[in-house]
């Protein structure tokens, strides 16, 4: 199926740093998503993005987050300043309509220290 | 606020034998319904999506779909070791495809 990439795989970085998740999205998709998910817990939607805005965002996307996707390129999301609680793994989707199916990354693992 | 629950938290069935996942939601509006499974250090793979109430089957996998009771369920038929995974329900409310998972089903084929 279509495949969604994710860069980097893991990142470690101390509390405070700003860090920068990407993800590559399916080619043609327009919708993109960013879901957190804590070790042991269930996976959480944190935003998602369509036409250059955020649509929607849940309790969980803190001031320090913001996403962005310039000129077509990745799609990011970045965490300035980080906390020990954004220590989880984090999923990228894309969908190509609003009600489209969304297709996953294999995630970034972030360990804030 | 939607909450969706999985049971059995995990499952172990032999090869070949019907394998069934369940997932409550509480949100009765919920109008689409997808069953993923991750396999180890991997993205989530989408197995089969139900809008209406009823059957919807993709290959060996089956989803059934019971909006009145709150309830959607994958019946996995004649699994494979290489099926075993956490199988992932996902709930859409409202218009932004914002999706709430369930816990997740750890799944074990033997052989």
């Known amino acids: 199926g279509p495949k969604v990439l994710q860069i980097p795989s893991h990142q470690i970085i101390d509390m405070g740093q700003m860090v920068t998740l990407n993800c590559d999205p399916v080619?043609?998709?327009?919708?993109f998503y960013w879901y957190k998910q804590i070790l042991g817990q269930q996976m959480e939607f944190l935003v998602n993005?369509?036409?250059?805005?955020?649509?929607?965002k849940s309790k969980l996307f803190k001031d320090q987050f913001s996403v962005e996707r310039p000129d077509g390129s990745y799609f990011t999301l970045k965490i300035q300043p980080t906390a020990l609680e954004d220590s989880a793994v984090y999923f990228c989707?894309?969908?190509?309509?609003?009600?489209?199916?969304?297709?996953f990354g294999p995630g970034t693992r972030l360990l804030v220290l | 606020q939607q909450k969706v629950q999985q049971s059995p938290e995990s499952l172990t069935v032999s090869e070949g034998a019907m394998a069934s996942l369940n997932c409550t939601f509480s949100?009765?509006?919920?109008?689409?319904f997808r069953w993923y499974r991750q396999h180890s250090a991997k993205g989530l793979e989408v197995l089969v999506s139900?809008?209406?109430?009823g059957e919807k089957e993709e290959g060996r996998f089956t989803a059934h779909l019971n909006r009145a009771n709150l309830h959607v369920s994958l019946h996995i038929r004649e699994p494979q070791p290489s099926d075993s995974a956490v199988y992932l329900c996902?709930?859409?409310?409202?218009?932004?495809?914002?999706?709430?998972f369930g816990q997740g089903t750890v799944l074990s084929v033997i052989p």
């Open positions: 989707a894309s969908s190509l309509g609003a009600g489209d199916t969304q297709y």
């Open positions: 080619s043609n998709h327009l919708y």
């Open positions: 993005f369509y036409n250059g805005k955020v649509m929607e």
């Open positions: 949100d009765g509006t919920s109008n689409n």
């Open positions: 139900i809008f209406s109430d």
């Open positions: 996902a709930v859409r409310t409202g218009g932004n495809n914002k999706l709430t």
